[in-house]
């Protein structure tokens, strides 16, 4: 919601790699905050890319990591000016970059937050999955796993960066990293629809010992077990969910959410 007026846009750059992808969030940003467009949301999907964020610690890679080197398990590593530590970006993954112009910016920043976990909330569960947050950690998780990361950086008074929602993402690629400094399973929103259908992805493993790590090769394959989100089950669906019925959702309820959740002008009264 842009504070002068009331609106927003939305932009789809598909598939794209995270260095053209934040050369444009920080063009549009720093038109933002001249005040020469309105607020702005941008999708992405990336190419694999490893981000670390400024809380970022050596540790978070699980293996042994130089860096000098621009790599690590083959895939790119980036710094992210946003809070939080390491994560992992990549193909089935919908990423989502709103630039906001807040009002007393770093003040509003834990209210943005909020939104943000909610409003993934209501997404996943347009979509029959059952999610909630954890009140030591910032992200969004369901009973098999944490399925959305979130990390906001704030310069100038606008925001930058924003949340990721794992729609299909190969889990093998988090297997060398502590993803956001802990050590847990991945969810994706296919790993529930997969299964009504009689399919469900296998959980792959990345060989940590070894160093290797193969991305984007996941196959279904049979199973019959009684799933345990009861949320779920009332959507039986063998079709796979698109990144683009994910954006789409997330579109919707950006505009219905930031009416409430978002800081307007009377907001930056002191």
């Not at 729609?167 to 929103?189: H, K, Q, W, Y």
């Not at 279904?220 to 079709?239: D, F, G, I, L």
Request: proline letters at 7%; aromatic letters at 8%.
């Amino acid at each position: 919601m842009t504070l002068e007026t009331q609106t927003i846009e939305f932009r789809n750059l598909g598939l794209l790699d995270w260095d053209a992808a934040a050369r444009e969030q920080e063009r549009i940003a720093d038109a933002r905050a001249r005040g020469e467009c309105p607020d702005t949301v941008l999708f992405v999907e990336h190419e694999p890319v490893y981000t670390c964020g400024l809380r970022f610690r050596p540790e978070n890679f699980r293996l042994s990591y130089d860096p000098s080197q621009p790599t690590y398990c083959g895939i790119p590593v980036r710094r992210a000016y946003r809070g939080g530590e390491l994560t992992y970006h990549g193909p089935g993954q919908l990423v989502v970059y709103p630039i906001l112009r807040l009002p007393h910016g770093g003040q509003h920043l834990r209210r943005l937050i909020d939104f943000y976990q909610t409003l993934i909330i209501e997404v996943l569960g347009e979509l029959g999955i059952a999610a909630f947050t954890c009140p030591d950690a910032i992200g969004v998780w369901t009973d098999r796993g944490k399925i959305a990361s979130i990390g906001v950086g704030l310069r100038r008074g606008v925001t930058r960066n924003g949340f990721a929602i794992n729609v299909a993402t190969d889990p093998r690629a988090f297997e060398p990293i502590l993803a956001c400094g802990r050590s847990e399973p991945m969810a994706n929103i296919n790993d529930f629809h997969l299964e009504y259908g009689g399919l469900t992805p296998p959980c792959f493993r990345a060989e940590v010992g070894s160093g290797m790590l193969e991305v984007g090769k996941s196959k279904a394959v049979s199973s019959h077990r009684t799933p345990k989100n009861k949320a779920a089950s009332s959507r039986r669906s063998p079709e796979r969910i698109s990144i683009d019925e994910v954006r789409a959702l997330v579109e919707k309820h950006f505009i219905v959410l930031s009416r409430a959740w978002l800081p307007t002008r009377e907001d930056a009264s002191p």
